[in-house]
């Protein structure tokens, strides 16, 4: 676990989403430190994407409040959200799939560039250098996915995987504080899946962002985070490390039913 | 896996020479054309002028459309906006000629003074109209902007104290160069006099298309361009990058409204009168055919439609109709010769325009000439199906999108 | 004394005119209720149903219709046959046409998104009004008239400025029970259910056995019938056609079925009535000049400001 005088990164508190009668959310206290991986799991439907979509902003809560980095983003857009230093993935890959890998990325510079559409139009020094810098340091960012060589490639043509890997590069882009990852390894091989795992390690590491994930490859889960939250109807029925989590009870409940006592529900064990 | 891929091409060697020497040829034909039209007597110079505004039209329309993805209807009205806004200043008619000349801002007399006027003024026009539109849904904004295209033609019918009405304003004021007073003759040139007709026009008219050419390749390859593609392609990703999905519509709306003022002022001053019934609703849609036809978001895509519908539309249906009518008389049958006299591919313009449209939206929607060939690649391990089905497992997997 | 009876005759003209609109909404609304989709062409459909039926009155009208010579004298009771064959054959005519056209402009596109359909449409309703050019000119025709004007307010003895004429109360007397008859087959048969299961879910109504390319024709076939009675009922009406007059219909008829909540049958009337008598009144109070402007600053800012309709019920909006 990450040092604890760190400082803290994301601080979420009474989070609530509720759908017409539905409480998606539920009242949610959350925290990720600086630096640190933290995963957000729960069967299906728990809310873990709503309460990603808060953060981000794409919903607004019902009540609760999101600090990030010391400041409220109640009420901000998504945009804003962004410019602020949290960037993200999307659980069904959204790319723009009639774009270049490069302009892909590029596009997520987009709230670090200043240059004005007046400063394009008359391509003034500082846009052209600008510009410049921009293109590489996407370059650099599409070698760091290992996707540099296709970069004038359309987006759209790229396998699955790569795919997520782009889209990882992409969300870099922002210099976010935090990356929000959305099931970054759906869908994956093994091999592609420690491959990410591995990148978004390194990521941390180079990049000196906090991550938080949604997964359901508990596998990834286990292997990649400092600190695992589990959501079950939209409340958090357990924090902690990934063997804390692991060991209770709530948890297993969540994940498999109510416990009978009827051998068939041994099979409990296995999928734990 | 990422061995087994082979490097991209280069960017230059798809380029062949032939595309290079078609290019300077074209460059070269457009640039003389005037007098080529004079050697050889085609007598399409007049033809000429207005199709390559109606291609700059559609250049400034394809921002819109095209790059940022808003299907805009009544593009006409920012048109209108720009031929009356050049000349409510310029024209002897209008109610500011009462007021102007003697006042501190009469240099808005000046033609090119009142042809960024217009721009400014269509441009802000622009902006006013996408404000209120900016959160509707594709289909809707289009019928909002097709009811501002209906308005706008109306407005100025019924003004008549400022706009003159279905008479229309008349004359316009005339764009100059040194000494030279386009269209009329004859022409001083550094003292000597010419006869230039309408030469003069040809050459402000393409200048104008190339400058805004010039402009908007710069504009789509900005932080701003790129935004207008990211909103097109994916809004809820767009912002998730960073993009302002308000202020970013905005400026489609506002720049693609500001080359129609330009090219309004050019229209108005080259025809000297300009009434209602020019900005209706179908050149809003014919240069919109422009653009869907060559391919949305290609400024060659746009050029080329263009000049396919405009040379159609201006010059061969014309032609192609009387060669068919002097066939039916050379024939001799008399029953051919009727048949065939009855013949106009004019009349029967618009049912061609519609007909490209559904067909190209059924075998073609991208255009002839689409923004990015899908480059069919080595590259890619994995065809889309396979991608496709992999996605759709991880999806199912996960519960479906929430 | 005046003032009231002028704004009650613009009620009259406007409650007509409304119906006549209700009519042609309706073709607007089950589309878009069903596929999402404008059908742009819609008002194009009416405009060749009123051409087919004056066709038809021309042909047969040397030897069997005997038209009104007078406004006030009734017609024959022949006449009335020949005009419920005129009006079945435009309402067959503009079905057969506009399930042919969503067959080949619109099936395809289904999946591809909201413009397609849309630019499609717009492509067809081209073709339409070039089609309606060569058949009938480019200056509007004559549409004779065989529905007295007799007034009725007279006949019954009230000495009143305001006139309800027997042509008034034909549209009504026309379109009411058409929009009931729909309303009824809607809610009552089921094919009604398929196409209301559709409109809901077009996925689940599949999942549970709907042939949807059915239902889907289905609805521009009745869309279509009543843009053909449409047709016809405008030309008795304003005894005058022209090419163009699909395209201001059309818009006018969209408005009203987004003002009335779009895929809601009540709210086309509603909104049918409303433009209507929002139209009327412009005419009488404004300037017939200024009334175009009128309606389309309406319809814009309906569409801004309150996209879900003035019934609000159902929602267009799809997450």
């Known amino acids: ?272 | ?402 | 004394m005046a003032g009231f009876e002028f704004l009650l005759q613009q009620l009259v003209t406007g409650i007509a005119n409304g119906m006549l609109i209700t009519l042609i909404a309706i073709g607007y609304t089950l589309v878009y209720g069903i596929i999402e989709m404008i059908n742009f062409a819609h008002g194009d459909v009416f405009m060749l149903g009123a051409f087919s039926a004056l066709t038809f009155l021309q042909l047969v009208g040397a030897q069997a219709v005997r038209r009104v010579r007078n406004v006030d004298q009734a017609p024959s009771p022949e006449t009335y046959l020949w005009l419920v064959l005129a009006m079945i054959l435009a309402m067959v005519f503009c079905a057969a046409l506009n399930v042919m056209i969503e067959r080949f402009a619109y099936r395809r596109l289904r999946r591809g998104g909201r413009m397609a359909p849309l630019i499609s449409a717009i492509g067809v309703s081209f073709m339409l009004q070039n089609v309606g050019l060569y058949w009938k000119g480019a200056s509007p025709v004559n549409f004779p008239r065989f529905i007295p004007q007799i007034d009725l307010v007279k006949e019954i003895g009230i000495d009143s400025f305001v006139r309800f004429t027997t042509k008034d109360l034909f549209v009504i007397v026309v379109t009411v029970p058409l929009v009931i008859a729909l309303t009824v087959f809607i809610q009552r048969t089921k094919l009604g259910k398929a196409m209301r299961a559709t409109a809901q879910d077009r996925d689940a109504a599949q999942l549970m056995g709907i042939d949807i390319n059915r239902t889907i024709a289905l609805t521009f076939l009745l869309g279509g019938a009543l843009a053909g009675a449409a047709g016809l009922v405008s030309g008795l009406y304003n005894n005058t056609a022209n090419f163009q007059m699909g395209f201001s219909y059309g818009l006018n008829s969209f408005t009203a079925a987004v003002l009335g909540g779009i895929g809601n049958l009540n709210g086309a009337m509603l909104g049918g009535v409303f433009i209507g008598v929002l139209a009327a009144l412009s005419d009488g109070y404004i300037d017939p000049r200024w009334t175009p402007v009128v309606i389309f600053g309406t319809l814009n800012l309906v569409l801004i400001l309150r996209p879900t309709g003035i019934l609000g019920q159902e929602s267009a909006e799809r997450a």
């Open chain 2, 1 to 402: 896996m990422s061995q087994t891929l082979a490097p991209a091409l280069p960017t230059a060697s798809r380029q062949p020479n032939f595309g290079t020497l078609a290019r300077n040829l074209f460059i070269a034909v457009v640039l003389t054309y005037p007098f080529l039209d004079l050697a050889f007597g085609w007598q399409a110079l007049l033809a000429f002028i207005p199709m390559m505004l109606m291609i700059t039209l559609a250049m400034g329309l394809n921002i819109v459309v095209g790059y940022a993805g808003l299907l805009d209807l009544g593009y006409a009205a920012f048109y209108a906006i720009g031929a009356y806004a050049a000349a409510f200043f310029t024209s002897p008619v209008s109610p500011l000629n009462a007021i102007l000349p003697d006042s501190p801002f009469f240099w808005m007399q000046d033609f090119w003074v009142a042809m960024l006027l217009a721009v400014l003024v269509a441009g802000l026009a622009g902006a006013l109209l996408g404000a209120p539109t900016l959160r509707l849904r594709g289909d809707y904004l289009a019928l909002v902007t097709l009811g501002f295209g209906e308005i706008v033609p109306r407005l100025v019918k019924n003004l008549e104290p400022w706009t003159k009405g279905v008479k229309g304003m008349n004359p316009i004021g005339r764009p100059y160069l040194f000494d030279c007073t386009f269209g009329v003759d004859p022409c001083t040139i550094f003292g000597t006099q010419y006869k230039l007709g309408m030469i003069p026009y040809y050459y402000v008219t393409l200048a104008i298309g190339a400058l805004s050419i010039f402009l908007i390749i710069r504009l789509r390859n900005s932080r701003l361009g790129r935004a207008w593609a990211a909103i097109r392609d994916d809004e809820i990703a767009a912002q998730g990058m960073g993009v302002n999905p308000v202020t970013t519509k905005l400026w489609a709306f506002a720049l693609g409204a500001s080359f129609s003022g330009a090219t309004g002022a050019i229209f108005g001053a080259y025809l000297q009168t300009i009434s209602p019934d020019q900005f209706e609703y179908s050149t809003s849609v014919i240069v919109l055919c422009m653009v869907i036809l060559g391919g949305t978001g290609n400024v060659w895509g746009v050029m080329f439609g263009g000049l396919l519908i405009q040379s159609f539309d201006r010059i061969f249906a014309e032609r192609l109709t009387g060669w068919v009518h002097k066939f039916g008389a050379a024939t001799g049958v008399p029953a051919v010769a009727t048949l065939l006299s009855n013949f106009d591919l004019l009349r029967s313009r618009l049912f061609i325009f519609g007909l490209c449209l559904v067909l190209l939206m059924a075998l073609r929607p991208q255009g002839l000439l689409p923004a990015r060939k899908r480059r069919e690649s080595a590259l890619i391990d994995e065809t889309e199906e396979e991608a496709n089905a992999r996605h759709d497992a991880a999806v199912a997997q996960a519960g479906g999108p929430q």
């Open chain 1, 1 to 272: 676990m990450t040092a604890q005088g760190a400082g803290v990164v994301l601080d979420v508190t009474g989070l609530t989403k509720q759908f017409g009668g539905l409480t998606a959310v539920d009242a949610v206290d959350f925290r990720v430190q600086e630096r640190q991986i933290c995963s957000l799991i729960g069967p299906n439907g728990a809310g873990k994407t709503t309460f990603f979509n808060m953060v981000a902003g794409q919903y607004e809560p019902t009540s609760g409040d999101v600090i990030f980095d010391g400041r409220s983003l109640r009420g901000l857009r998504p945009h804003q959200i962004t410019a602020r230093g949290i960037g993200r993935t999307f659980q069904n890959i959204r790319l723009f799939t009639n774009e270049t890998l490069l302009e892909n990325v590029l596009v997520g510079m987009h709230s670090r560039l200043r240059s004005s559409p007046v400063a394009a139009l008359l391509r003034l020094p500082s846009q052209r250098r600008e510009e410049a810098e921009a293109h590489a340091r996407a370059m650099d960012l599409l070698k760091l996915v290992r996707l540099d060589r296709f970069a004038d490639e359309s987006a759209g043509n790229l396998p699955y995987g790569m795919q997520r890997r782009l889209e990882m590069a992409r969300a870099l882009a922002s210099q976010p504080k935090l990356l929000l990852l959305d099931e970054p390894t759906a869908g994956m091989n093994p091999q592609e899946t420690l491959a990410m795992t591995t990148l978004i390690r390194k990521v941390r590491d180079d990049f000196g962002v906090a991550v938080l994930l949604i997964e359901h490859d508990m596998q990834v889960v286990m292997d990649l985070s400092e600190r695992v939250t589990v959501l079950n109807y939209g409340q958090k029925i357990a924090e902690g490390t990934p063997r804390e989590v692991q060991r209770n009870d709530q948890v297993i409940e969540a994940y498999l039913g109510r416990r009978h006592k009827r051998p068939e529900d041994e099979v409990a064990g296995a999928h734990a």
